[in-house]
């Protein structure tokens, strides 16, 4: 019994600790790009839902996403060629934006130019991937706030 009510205080206290959440949305091709990126969104000292990581088999997928970006603190895009066009990246950017009280969304650019960004995020800021600490350091700020 002692155990178990250590490890919640210890699981609640980690939970506390990435309580800042960023949902990451990218096409399915971009995974190794978007694993790569939650990884430093995690050093940052957020957490992070990824649908290939936190959508299980079975579960119901437009409702599992639109849950959690009701739960992030942000949406980070990551335009490609490859997601620029995806249905389920505007699907995302699109209930993001639908929150618009807690809507940052932040678009990364990596092999895209910023005239083809779509219009629900045109009007975003921005990061081109070799610009991506500084998202870092603007993350790290947000946490800790």
Known sequence: ????????????????????????????????????????IESAGASFFRDDRD?????????????????SNELLIILTPESIDSAWVMFEAGA?????????IVPVLCHVQVDTIPAIIKAKKA???????????????????
Request: hydrophobic share 35%; aromatic share 8%; glycine share 4%.
């Open 55 to 71: 959508i299980d088999g079975g579960d119901d997928i437009p409702d599992k996403i639109r849950k959690a970006i009701i739960n």
């Open 1 to 40: 019994m002692r155990r178990q009510k250590k490890i919640a205080r210890a699981s609640k206290a980690v939970r506390k600790r990435n309580s800042y959440s960023v949902f990451v949305s990218h096409a399915t091709n971009d995974k190794w790009l978007a694993t790569t990126i939650c990884e430093k």
């Open 127 to 145: 990061i081109p991937l070799n610009e991506f600490d500084n998202y870092l350091k603007e993350l790290k700020r947000r946490v800790q706030e």
């Open 96 to 104: 993001a934006w639908g929150r618009r009280k807690k809507a940052r």
